[in-house]
């Protein structure tokens, strides 16, 4: 079965600065990633997907992933952050190929400071 | 996208009691899958529900403690059984959208057992 790895639990950030979330995956193929926010009491919000083809993907509200096979990672970035980012942060993956059960990573809870 | 609506939001339960949450989709879906979210922690996959026949379960999770409902294409009930303490997590309803590989989530329903 597939799984991500996310190793940075909480994360704190200054607003206007860059952001970069890590994310890696276990699986030989090339494997349906994807990247979730979950803001405070709300539900989870689909930032941005990959399934094949161009390795870095632009998402929602800013946010990009690159796809980096050699290192089997997926991280989340972005440029400049604002306060409104601060929420917690999850990568999935399919938990087997064919069907659509996600497993998620453990998170990253994303602190902004002014 | 896909609206999904889930009822109820948050509610407070006394231990012994069962609560059924309520999922409805904007749209005809094949599968519906309920996940679990305890505090602090990622989500956690309790079921497929597929309409027409029995919810599918994932290992840890059976169907006396989670009885699940699928009577149509955009409708679904996730029970929580004789609740403990334990069980006060937040549940969570989402659909897939097949090729896609996108899955769409509800907000949840916040539960806290006494």
């Known amino acids: 079965a597939q799984s991500v790895t996310q190793p940075d639990i909480h994360i704190t950030v200054s607003e206007g600065a860059s952001l970069e979330l890590r994310c890696n995956y276990s699986y030989g193929a090339t494997p349906y990633l994807f990247w979730y926010v979950q803001s405070p009491g709300q539900g989870l919000q689909l930032l941005l997907k990959y399934f094949s083809g161009d390795t870095l993907v632009q998402g929602i509200k800013g946010f990009e992933a690159e796809f980096k096979r050699s290192q089997s990672s997926f991280n989340l970035r972005k440029p400049s952050v604002h306060w409104s980012d601060a929420a917690e942060y999850f990568c999935a993956t399919f938990t087997n190929f064919g069907n659509e059960k996600l497993t998620f990573g453990t998170g990253t809870r994303l602190t902004i400071i002014p | 996208s896909a609206v999904i609506s889930q009822k109820p939001s948050r509610d407070i339960c006394q231990r012994g009691t069962s609560l059924t949450i309520q999922c409805q989709v904007d749209?005809?879906?094949?599968?519906m899958f309920w996940y679990r979210q305890q505090p602090g922690q990622s989500l956690t996959l309790i079921a497929t529900?597929?309409?027409?026949?029995?919810?599918?379960?994932e290992s840890g999770f059976v169907i006396d403690k989670f009885p699940i409902s699928r009577p149509n294409l955009t409708f679904s009930t996730l029970t929580v059984s004789n609740m403990s303490p334990e069980d006060s997590s937040i549940y969570l309803c989402?659909?897939?959208?097949?090729?896609?590989?996108?899955?769409?989530f509800g907000e949840g329903s916040r539960l806290t057992v006494l």
């Open positions: 989402s659909v897939g959208r097949g090729a896609t590989g996108e899955l769409f």
């Open positions: 749209s005809q879906v094949t599968m």
């Open positions: 529900a597929n309409q027409g026949s029995e919810a599918t379960y």
